[in-house]
């Protein structure tokens, strides 16, 4: 079923055995089912993080549909005795397939934003096939090679030029063929210095644009200057 639908913003609850998680369903205005992105935040954030929230926003505004929920033991979600990353795949588990089931979402067509942790936590996600995104943009991600094994998708990794995990990052990108790294000059772990979000929220909105929703593919780059 096809329709046109305002754009809209609404809590949600996703249920999982155990363990019921907090999130935000961010639709825009747009024929439905649209593609979507689901949001995984890193250590110790939330839902609300400004950053992942200014990225979801901009998702909006192209016709992709954001997803941002807490991870359990944070924000508003419950807690997960086991507290750790086994935890926080599963949750992503939970959210991923609580997307596929909405009526107003392409299954087909659903992205994961991870950022941190989160990144790291996605990649699980993906490589044990608990998850299938269509791809994957992980923000500073503290990787290590072998969490890039066996994920096909296309990857989009952005890190900060002064993020002290930024060789790590090269490393473990360096091992598959279908991750690309961008990295944004003068930008640290959250890019927190000015200008440098803007940036990358630039990138991820790009990316997810054009293999979500098939828009022409620009050119990624190294970020150094600002257009």
Known sequence: ?????????????????????????????????VPCVVFVHGLGSDKDSPRNVVIASRLVDEGIAALLFDLSGHGESGKDPRDGREAFVED???????????????????GVAGSSLGGVVALEAARRRLIRPATLVLRA?????????????PILVIAGEDD??????????????????????????????????????????????????GSPEPAVRNLGEVD
């Open 1 to 33: 079923m096809t329709g046109v639908r305002t754009a809209s913003t609404r809590r949600v609850s996703i249920q999982r055995p155990g363990v019921r998680l907090a999130g935000v369903l961010m639709l825009p205005a747009a024929e439905f089912p």
């Open 92 to 110: 992503l588990e939970a959210a991923f397939d609580w997307a596929r089931a909405q009526p107003e979402i392409d299954p087909e067509r659903i």
């Open 141 to 153: 991600p503290p990787a290590e090679p072998h969490e890039f094994v066996h994920i096909e998708v």
């Open 164 to 213: 002290p995990l930024l060789f790590q990052i090269r490393e473990a990108v360096g091992t598959s063929e279908s991750t690309t790294l961008s990295t944004v000059a003068s930008a640290g772990h959250l890019f927190e210095e000015p200008g440098t979000l803007e940036q990358a929220v630039r990138l991820a909105v790009e990316w997810f644009d054009a293999r979500l929703r």
